[in-house]
C-alpha cells in the first residue's frame, strides 16, 4: 500500500476511536452524555473488524486486530488478518509497522494541526461538538444510529455509528469525499482494565530501518 494511502487510514481511524464510545438517553445522540461516559474511560482493550471500499478500485479490503488505548499514554491499533501491521501512537509520534516491510515509518503529529480536527478528540471528546453536528437520529432494531457531518469542511463527508443498549458503539462507517466507505465494527471490550504502559512505547525492531516522515 503507498505512503499516501496509508496516512488516509490512519486518520480514519483516528476518526474511529474519537467517536467510539458513547452513552444514550432515548437516543445515543445527547453530546453532553457522550462527553459524561467519554471521561470515565481512562483504558479499553477491544477486538475489531475493519472494512474499507476503496471506490477508484471497486473493491473492498478486510482487516481484523485488537485496539489499546490508555488515556494520556497513547494507543495502539494491532492487525492480525490478512497480515500483521500496527499504528501505535506514542503522544507525540506514530510508528507504522508491518511484519514483511524492512522498514517502519515514524512520523510527528503536529498539535497546532490537528487543533480542532478529528485527530483532537482522541485527548478530549469533550469537543466533540466543536466538530459535528447531528444530521439525522433514528432506531434500527436494537441499536440507536447516528448520522454526523462535520462543521469544517475536510476528508470526510459524513459518519454513521450505531450504538447498542449498553451505551457502546458496536459499528461506525464514515463517508469520505473520493467515495471511499471505511467501515469498523467492534467486538469485545475491555474498559479501564489495566493497560501497562510499555504498549504504547515504540521498541526497536532488529534489521528494520525507521524513516521519518512529515
Known amino acids: 500500500m503507498k505512503k499516501g494511502k496509508c496516512s488516509i487510514i490512519i486518520f480514519n481511524i483516528f476518526l474511529f476511536f474519537s467517536c467510539g464510545f458513547f452513552a444514550k438517553t432515548v437516543y445515543a445522540s445527547n453530546f453532553e452524555d ?21 471506490s477508484s478500485l471497486k473493491k473492498e479490503r478486510e482487516f481484523e486486530g485488537d485496539f ?86 475536510g476528508q470526510v463527508l459524513s459518519a454513521k455509528i450505531w450504538v447498542d443498549r449498553l451505551n457502546m458503539v458496536k459499528k461506525i462507517e464514515i463517508y469520505e469525499f473520493t467515495g471511499n466507505i471505511n467501515t469498523l465494527s467492534f467486538t469485545h471490550t475491555k474498559i479501564n482494565d489495566p493497560i501497562n504502559d510499555a504498549k504504547f512505547i515504540y521498541r526497536q525492531e532488529k534489521g528494520k530501518e525507521i524513516i521519518e516522515s512529515h
Open 34 to 54: 457522550i462527553k459524561k461516559t467519554y471521561s470515565a474511560i481512562i483504558t479499553l482493550e477491544a477486538g475489531f473488524t475493519q472494512k474499507i471500499f476503496i
Open 68 to 153: 489499546f488505548y490508555k488515556r494520556g499514554k497513547g494507543f495502539l491499533w494491532r492487525y492480525s488478518k490478512p497480515k500483521g501491521r500496527y499504528f501505535l501512537f506514542d503522544g507525540n509520534f506514530i510508528w507504522q509497522g508491518e511484519e514483511e516491510k524492512p522498514f517502519v515509518y515514524k512520523r510527528k503529529i503536529n498539535r497546532d494541526k490537528t487543533v480542532g480536527t478529528f485527530f483532537d478528540l482522541l485527548d478530549d471528546i469533550a469537543k466533540i461538538d466543536e466538530l459535528f453536528n447531528i444530521k439525522e437520529r433514528k432506531r434500527s432494531g436494537d441499536m440507536d444510529v447516528l448520522e454526523l457531518v462535520p462543521k469544517k469542511d
